[in-house]
């Protein structure tokens, strides 16, 4: 080097396209980009994932393995499918059966008003052949009814039927 100030005498004499390549580069500070907001954990876990993604895996204890759960995973989605239709069927056997339990306790009740109504005529036929023939074991002797007794005996019946 020669004096305070002075630049080096290669640097002087030599011709401009050497003389670029003479000097030492200035450093930059790395410009940062816009778009990329990523830290650098999140940044060193896509790399570790792509890393994963490339690397070819050449055991073929490993790839059989792949395969084997591969095929489970479709198996597993299969049941899935067909358990979401089971569950679809029982419901709807469910709310035929509780529609079957309805139409059977509706009959079940037409019955009961059926045999009540029944029962009632019966007894209106007992009614009517007893104001006909009174009973043979009657303590008291056959003697005819008298109008009055027969308008009682039909209020009676009127009003049973009533209930």
Known sequence: MSKKGKRPVEERFAL????????A?????????????????????????L??????IQNPAIT???VQLNAKQEQ?????????????EISQKQHQLEQIQHNILKTAASYNTLSSLK????LQEGYSQLEKE??????T???????????????????????
């Open 16 to 23: 401009p396209h050497i003389k670029n390549k003479l000097k």
């Open 25 to 49: 580069p200035k450093m930059k500070p790395p410009k940062k980009s816009k778009t990329s907001t990523r830290t650098l954990l999140q940044q060193r876990k896509e790399d570790k994932e």
């Open 51 to 56: 890393e994963g993604k490339s690397r070819v």
């Open 64 to 66: 059989e393995i792949e």
């Open 76 to 88: 597993f989605k299969l049941l899935q499918n067909q358990a979401r239709n089971l569950k679809a």
């Open 119 to 122: 029962k009632t005529l019966v």
């Open 134 to 139: 009174p009973l043979l074991t009657s303590p």
């Open 141 to 163: 002797p056959k003697k005819k009814l008298t109008k009055k007794e027969k308008e009682n005996i039909k209020k009676n019946l009127k009003s049973f039927n009533k209930n």
